[in-house]
């Protein structure tokens, strides 16, 4: 059985949803979970669950916690219990798969990379997040946040991660990579992606060129290669429009009796569009390029969420995408000589 | 009575939309339109409406006309009786208060930028696009496409320009401005936003420091600056979401006969929904920093946003935005010795 363990003081809302997302998983997944935090915290919350001590969940004590205060430096160097550090110990130490956190990105990415290391060729781990199309095919767009500015090799160890990620994990054949720019024509862009399109076009992957910003929904590409600012902004940018669009909807629905009526009977259809829309249905996202598993969640992150970044932590274990990372990685610079 | 020049042969599918606008224009508006193209073609799409000729609509004729596939650099120094360049010419010569096209971006900026000249202090123009927002106020973001590598003291002369966009035209009182980046606190960010920091916090507006990609649509902020390649991204993304939202708000309604029927009950709803986030009512995006007028719409846009594009030209040429933005810039630069 494999083992995740969860960061159960991490989220905005902790550690209820991190509990209850566990109990989900432990239930729905045959997994076994690791909660991590303050052993009288966490066990309050567990014992509200009427039916917990029959499912495979355990707590690791944890006498700290890292807030969304701490900078990811101070969350390495001081708090060496902290719920964060203590759950990529475990997976350092291979008492479990990987590990789950809703707490501060920074923070998890600077505690995972030092703690349980990078894989042997990555320079940089990057974060890879998965977006909805419309075509129905979830498009991986990394990095989303972990490397604010990159050099034109780092994105070529993110076309070759999330590459695999894509095909490994989300079943795509021959993934489509593509190039975040401001226009198809390889001379558009800025100087880094003008810079990054030899090395790109040169790698053993199915790689399209540049793609511009209403790609990442087109299903036309699967996986889309960016800086991590470009990559925040492109994700938050999409949650924001996303929260303005519920509200209008809401708000023009609202406006008279037919809507209402109008509304009550396409209530489903709108069930359905949020739930497409949902991030938590996909689980968080993977930080690629660590050993072990390191699974990112959004700290507003619900229990249905924390579920799937559980789910997702295991089917990385059992994909064995990091072997896979590495021995393309020894592939890809064994042809460069001195690369 | 202000005349506003139409390059007509712009758009994806000119001259239909452009003289459909034009005529909207002419007829609502009280503004003379100067319909810039192939005379043979622009006279016969005019001709297929009845009232034409009683509207102060007249054809200025040009033998060229710049396509996507000509570079800007190109359509600058080949196409000299291009519809576009004729079209700034008009602005230049003072025949016309404001020019709009719907063409290749790039070209319209260059050519504007030369045949019209800058503003007095004005390094480089920006394109100033405007995002509808949850509170229903409508934001800037400036640069949206024109500069790609930006400077901080480039971003800075942005900030200035959006916040007279937003005082002078969308009548916000002390708009504040922030700078988009990936985390409210001032140390987050990229090389670029961290160096642009202090001068932003230098400047005579009300400066509210970095916003993150959901402020774009939350109205928290009334002015985005951000460098071009960025707010592109920005643009698009939000473009492309919203295309996948419309889809699968469709798909999902029309999935079964009870949904559909609530459908049509509360289409109105979507009607409003479409208007509110359709980029066609918000009318083009002017190009801030070059003398007299430029107003730079999609592609793809139909008669009703040529014929808002040429309201805000018009509005753009009432308000004296050009005098606001001198006048600013001498301010400022007086204030600081040497800059």
């Not at 992606?193 to 793609?211: C, D, E, H, Q």
């Not at 689980?283 to 700290?299: D, F, M, R, T």
Request: glycine share 10%; hydrophobic share 40%.
């Amino acid at each position: 059985m494999l083992t995740i363990a969860v960061d159960a003081m991490g989220g905005d809302h902790a550690p209820k949803p991190e509990v209850d997302g566990a109990i989900r998983a432990a239930k729905a997944l045959g997994v076994r979970v690791i909660l991590v935090g303050r052993e009288d915290v966490v066990r309050r919350e567990l014992e509200s669950h009427a039916d917990y001590d029959s499912l495979p969940i355990e707590i690791q004590h944890a006498s700290e916690q890292i807030t969304m205060h701490d900078s990811a430096a101070k969350a390495v160097r001081a708090k060496r219990d902290s719920s964060l550090r203590v759950a990529s110990r475990l997976v350092r130490d291979n008492c479990a798969q990987g590990f789950v956190s809703a707490g501060n990105t920074g923070a998890v990415m600077a505690t995972a990379k030092m703690v349980q290391g990078v894989v042997p060729g990555v320079d940089r781990p990057a974060v890879a997040g998965v977006f909805p199309t419309v075509t129905g095919s979830p498009m991986v767009m990394i990095d989303v946040g972990a490397n604010v500015d990159c050099s034109p090799s780092m994105l070529a160890q993110f076309a070759i991660m999330g590459e695999i990620y894509s095909r490994m994990i989300l079943h795509r054949e021959s993934p489509r990579v593509g190039l975040l720019s401001i226009g198809e024509e390889e001379h558009k862009g800025n100087e880094m992606t003008r810079a990054s399109m030899p090395l790109l076009k040169s790698l053993p992957i199915n790689f399209i060129g540049n793609v511009e910003g209403r790609d990442i929904y087109s299903g036309k590409v699967d996986v889309v290669v960016c800086d991590g600012f470009i990559g925040n902004v492109a994700l938050k940018v999409s949650e924001g429009l996303v929260d303005m669009i519920k509200n209008m909807l809401q708000e023009s629905l609202e406006a008279t009796i037919t809507r209402k009526l109008g509304y009550v009977l396409s209530k489903a259809a709108f069930t359905d569009f949020k739930r497409r829309v949902d991030y938590s249905e996909y689980g968080g996202a993977p930080l690629l390029g660590v050993k072990g598993v390191c699974i990112i969640c959004h700290g507003r992150s619900n229990a249905n969420a924390i579920k799937n970044a559980i789910r997702v932590a295991a089917e990385f274990s059992s994909g064995k995408i990091n072997q896979r990372i590495e021995s393309e990685f020894r592939r890809w610079n064994g042809g460069k000589a001195g690369d």
